[in-house]
């Protein structure tokens, strides 16, 4: 298993450009969320998904668009980048239920300037 | 909004001191989940407590949850270098949200 899979690692953005952020994970399960982590500061929750064709917002989901097709696939979408969006960009995967553990990928960086 | 407050955001101990964050919420949590996130890495699952007043050991790293189940702390004995990192508390609250804490940085002095 690889677990869960973010494409790119890095990635610098003009301000006003669009990405989309890949998340990919194998384990099959329903939940996914994306979360944002600035520099020397905690998660904070973007949007999440409880399954395919559901999705809901985070803390933060301002500036961003998500989709939940398939399960595997939960992409992040970013509209007109700011400066603000500089940040680490963690996404995660759970198996439903409230007693389980978040496994995250290994997070996109993303520069705006 | 619910917030679990973690202290301290960064301690600086010399290796072979022990370390203790502390993560405190307002209401009830029904579990809570830590996690340790190394320099430039992605937060890994730690450990879950789930009952009131239970407390578990992994090696050098013991883990409480309090009586009320309001706050938790994790205690590591004689840091190591491989200790270096910042450890997240996470709550989850009666609406079956997890709530993050802001994280303490564990430094080890050189």
């Known amino acids: 298993n690889a677990g869960v899979t973010q494409t790119p690692k890095f990635r610098i953005l003009k301000i006003g450009q669009s990405m989309t952020l890949q998340c990919t994970q194998d384990m099959n399960h329903n939940y996914m969320y994306w979360y944002r982590q600035d520099p020397g500061m905690g998660l904070k929750l973007i949007y999440y998904?409880?399954?395919?064709?559901?999705?809901d917002k985070g803390e933060v989901p301002n500036g961003y668009n998500v989709s939940r097709s398939t399960t595997e696939d939960f992409p992040l979408r970013l509209e007109l980048a700011a400066p603000s969006q500089t940040s680490v960009y963690f996404c995660a995967s759970k198996v439903a239920g409230g007693y389980y553990e978040q496994y995250f990928g290994p997070g996109t960086r993303l520069t705006v300037t | 909004g619910q917030q679990v407050m973690q202290i301290p955001q960064y301690q600086h101990v010399q290796e072979g001191e022990d370390f203790t964050t502390y993560c405190n919420s307002s209401?009830?949590?029904?579990?809570i989940q830590w996690y340790k996130q190394r320099p430039g890495g992605h937060p890994v699952f730690l450990i879950q407590l789930v009952k009131s007043g239970e407390v578990k050991k992994q090696k050098r790293l013991t883990f409480q949850f309090g009586e009320a189940k309001k706050n938790s702390s994790l205690h590591i004995t004689a840091t190591q270098t491989t200790d270096v990192g910042t450890y997240f508390c996470a709550g989850r609250d009666s609406n079956y949200q997890l709530i993050w804490g802001a994280g303490t940085k564990l430094i080890i002095k050189p």
């Open positions: 209401t009830t949590l029904s579990n």
């Open positions: 998904s409880v399954g395919a064709g559901i999705t």
